[in-house]
T-cell receptor, first 117, second 111 residues
Framework: AQTVTQSQPEMSVQEAETVTLSCTYD???????LFWYKQPPSRQMILVIR??????QNATENRFSVNFQKAAKSFSLKISDSQLGDAAMYFC??????????????FGKGTHLIIQP | DTAVSQTPKYLVTQMGNDKSIKCEQN?????MYWYKQDSKKFLKIMFS???????INETVPNRFSPKSPDKAHLNLHINSLELGDSAVYFC??????????FGSGTRLTVV
């Protein structure tokens, strides 16, 4: 079974600085998707960024970028120019392709990101 | 237009009761899911439905039963509620697993 590990229960960063959230995963599949979701206090799950494993280029979305290391099974999220609105729980998630999408997402335990003004 | 809507947003009920949470998606997605988020914020998949067929049934108690009247709806029925069922329950949908859209969650409190 796939597992996703987020080793940082909580991270704190000064506003306008850069922070990196770590994620590692374990899988025997060669093709899969990886995701970062943000959950603010409103509890809504918001997709931050998605990476297809077959793509070597790291995904970016404005201030958010990932460092995808397939061989190391590592998928870290970098947030540049941190803003107060970035404060939230961040979840790393994995989805294998063998199930055709029916097997859903496997989540890590989350990292609580605090932004210091 | 809300893409994935679930009702109610909050549900407080007594132990032993039976309750249902409804979910509807208007995205034309082919698969719907129920996730449970416990008090430590851990999210775990409970069920998924693809074209009205149950695909996954994780190790959840059989007091929980998903019901899908059509592709756009996946309701969660819970019998004989227990204190440990208190959690936030999320409905989600996807199109062949490429993109997942979540509902806003239902906070269930069993007293």
């Amino acid at each position: 079974a796939q597992t996703v590990t987020q080793s940082q229960p909580e991270m704190s960063v000064q506003e306008a600085e850069t922070v990196t959230l770590s994620c590692t995963y374990d899988t025997s599949e060669s093709d899969y998707y990886l995701f970062w979701y943000k959950q603010p206090p409103s509890r809504q799950m918001i997709l931050v960024i998605r990476q297809e494993a077959y793509k070597q280029q790291n995904a970016t979305e404005n201030r958010f970028s990932v460092n995808f290391q397939k061989a190391a099974k590592s998928f870290s999220l970098k947030i540049s120019d941190s803003q107060l609105g970035d404060a939230a729980m961040y979840f790393c998630a994995y989805r294998g392709l063998s199930g055709g999408g029916a097997d859903g997402l496997t989540f890590g335990k989350g990292t609580h990101l605090i932004i210091q003004p | 237009d809300t893409a994935v809507s679930q009702t109610p947003k909050y549900l407080v009920t007594q132990m032993g009761n039976d309750k249902s949470i409804k979910c509807e998606q208007n995205l034309g997605h082919d698969t719907m899911y129920w996730y449970k988020q416990d008090s430590k914020k851990f999210l775990k998949i409970m069920f998924s439905y693809n074209n009205k067929e149950l695909i996954i049934n994780e190790t959840v108690p059989n007091r929980f039963s998903p019901k899908s009247p059509d592709k756009a709806h996946l309701n969660l029925h819970i019998n004989s509620l227990e204190l440990g069922d208190s959690a936030v329950y999320f409905c989600a949908s996807s199109l062949r697993g490429y993109g997942y859209t979540f509902g806003s969650g239902t906070r269930l409190t069993v007293v």
